[in-house]
């Protein structure tokens, strides 16, 4: 199915932050558009960061996202438009904490935290199911980029 952004995306400037300035319009695959998006952000404003500050940027993101994801979901009249992608921006930026620099880890990263976005195992498919607003629609992209994180923490350490 075809993603159908509203205008709104273009003129609100908080529903174009919750699709992830502009990202989340992609006709396709909103969601993987929106990760991809937070790739550049990522490299050019948080992987060097301190791991506090780094820290500290995740939770103004997450509460900043709950209102953003809710507010535009709510004037949307639906739960979690496809659309709306800041939730996997932020899941991104959990899954890269901490991780080395470098391409090899980007990549992993990206691919990690999209296989626990789309596959949603529980607990993250419980809570996509039975958290609603703002913050059900960025508790499972927080969970999926914890166990991202986890994952490739535990590959960092164990095997490369």
């Not at 900043?64 to 991104?92: N, P, Q, R």
């Not at 990206?110 to 508790?139: A, E, T």
């Amino acid at each position: 199915m075809a993603n159908s952004a509203p205008a709104s995306v273009w003129r609100n400037p908080i529903h174009f932050l919750a699709f992830g300035l502009g990202s989340g319009a992609a006709p396709k695959a909103p969601g993987t558009f929106g990760t991809l998006a937070a790739v550049p952000i990522f490299i050019w404003l948080l992987q060097d960061l301190s791991a506090m500050a780094y820290l500290a940027v995740l939770v103004v993101t997450s509460l900043v996202g709950i209102y953003l994801c809710g507010k535009t979901s709510k004037d949307m009249g639906v739960h979690d438009h496809a659309g709306i992608v800041w939730d996997e921006f932020v899941g991104f930026w959990i899954t890269m904490w901490l991780a080395p620099a470098g391409w090899f880890y980007i990549v992993l990263g990206f691919v990690l935290f999209r296989l626990f976005d789309i596959l949603k195992p529980w607990p993250i498919s419980w809570v996509d199911k039975n958290v609603h607003g703002g913050f059900g629609i960025m508790l499972d992209d927080i969970l999926a980029g914890i166990m991202s994180f986890i994952v490739l923490q535990a590959l960092v350490t164990f095997v490369f």
